[in-house]
């Protein structure tokens, strides 16, 4: 089974730890990512810019429109994945506790279950 292992960044949380803290949550990355290539269960993942760096387009009347940043005002935006493949949901719990980012207080790793995933480019 694939799962998507999704962070949710809150700035304000993560600006209110210490340096050190916030050091030891980017390099806890390093290594949940050699644990899950070393198990096979890593597909892939990726980090996302802030999202003042983002634009929305949408189309109206035919004409594609284009703004600039996030598509909505929240405290929470989408910072990155993981998509892992393995034997169960309980497994990618796991998973996601071992991120890093589940132990800071406010912060949490959605788990969500892929319907469907076209196979990638090559």
């Given at each position: 089974?694939?799962?998507?292992?999704?962070?949710?960044?809150?700035?304000?949380?993560?600006?209110?730890?210490?340096?050190?803290?916030?050091?030891?949550?980017?390099?806890?990355?390093?290594?949940f990512i050699e644990t899950i290539k070393k198990s096979g269960e890593m597909i892939d993942t990726v980090a996302l810019a802030d999202p003042s760096q983002s634009a929305v387009v949408r189309v109206r009347d035919g004409a594609p429109a284009v703004t600039d940043g996030p598509y909505l005002?929240?405290?929470?935006?989408?910072?990155?994945?993981?998509?892992?493949?393995?034997?169960?949901?309980?497994?990618?719990?796991?998973?996601?506790?071992m991120i890093p980012d589940a132990g800071v207080d406010g912060m949490g790793i959605e788990v969500r279950p892929v319907m469907f995933?076209?196979?990638p480019r090559g």
């Open positions: 089974m694939q799962f998507l292992l999704i962070m949710h960044m809150n700035p304000q949380i993560f600006e209110a730890l210490t340096e050190e803290e916030r050091q030891e949550v980017m390099s806890g990355h390093g290594a005002e929240a405290k929470e935006f989408l910072g990155g994945y993981y998509l892992v493949e393995c034997e169960s949901k309980e497994r990618a719990y796991e998973l996601a506790a995933r076209d196979a």
